[in-house]
């Protein structure tokens, strides 16, 4: 298996135009997570999807965040409007089953000017 | 609830000395605890895990570590560095139930080794 493919790797974008982030799961994963990684917050879980479904979305940071998960094998994290605050590493994962390992992609580097 | 805390958010050892990380956890059920290592510019990748067989886990690259529930601990260790060891390593703990919002991942700790 390729294991999970997120695109692009690398973004620079301006404050206020929109932001899409792709992630392809690991075939036969029922659950994706989306995190976001700064030097001063750590590793933040945004949103998780089990069986495309979003379960818990609690750690979306405000509106201007959103997700979605159209089939098993993709999903999107937007951001509209962006901001330089949300530069960051965003990273997409997978698991079999909702506590149990998870499988990272390997990021995305949003900077925002 | 659950929590975990990582002691030490940067260790530096020599080459070919004793890694120790130390993670410390509370859960209220038998907890799943888990080592994830990230190497630079890279995602997190799991190093090993503990669901509640062997209190002594080995991981990848010579990586293990022990639960101790006396202790509440689940410390990482290798007995010999070696430079590729230098990483981010993060302590994860869960329920092991369905609920992948009680997966609680520590604040890392970047280890970095000394000639």
């Known amino acids: 298996d390729a294991g999970v493919i997120q695109s692009p790797r690398h973004e620079v974008t301006e404050m206020g135009q929109e932001v899409t982030l792709r992630c392809k799961p690991i075939?036969?994963?029922?659950?994706l997570f989306w995190y976001r990684q700064t030097m001063m917050r750590g590793l933040e879980l945004l949103i998780y999807f089990n069986n495309n479904v979003p379960i818990d979305d609690s750690g979306m940071p405000e509106d201007r965040f959103s997700a979605k998960m159209p089939n098993a094998s993709f999903s999107t994290l937007k951001i509209q409007p962006s901001e330089p605050r949300d530069s960051a590493v965003y990273f997409c994962?997978?698991?079999?089953?909702?506590?149990?390992?998870?499988?990272f992609g390997p990021g995305t580097r949003l900077l925002v000017l | 609830a659950q929590s975990v805390t990582q002691l030490g958010s940067h260790v530096s050892v020599s080459e070919g000395a004793l890694v120790l990380l130390r993670c410390n956890y509370s859960?209220?059920?038998?907890?799943?605890l888990f080592w994830y290592v990230q190497y630079p510019n890279q995602g997190l990748q799991l190093l090993l895990k503990?669901?509640?067989?062997?209190?002594l886990v080995k991981g990848i690259n010579g990586f293990e570590a022990e639960f101790k529930k006396s202790e509440t601990s689940f410390h990482l260790t290798k007995p010999s560095a070696h430079m590729s060891d230098a990483a981010e390593y993060f302590c994860v703990v869960s329920d092991g139930g369905s609920s992948a919002s009680k997966i609680i991942f520590g604040s890392g700790t970047r280890l970095s080794i000394r000639p």
């Open positions: 503990y669901t509640s067989a062997a209190t």
């Open positions: 859960s209220s059920v038998p907890p799943y």
């Open positions: 075939s036969g994963h029922d659950y």
């Open positions: 994962a997978s698991s079999f089953s909702g506590a149990g390992t998870q499988y």
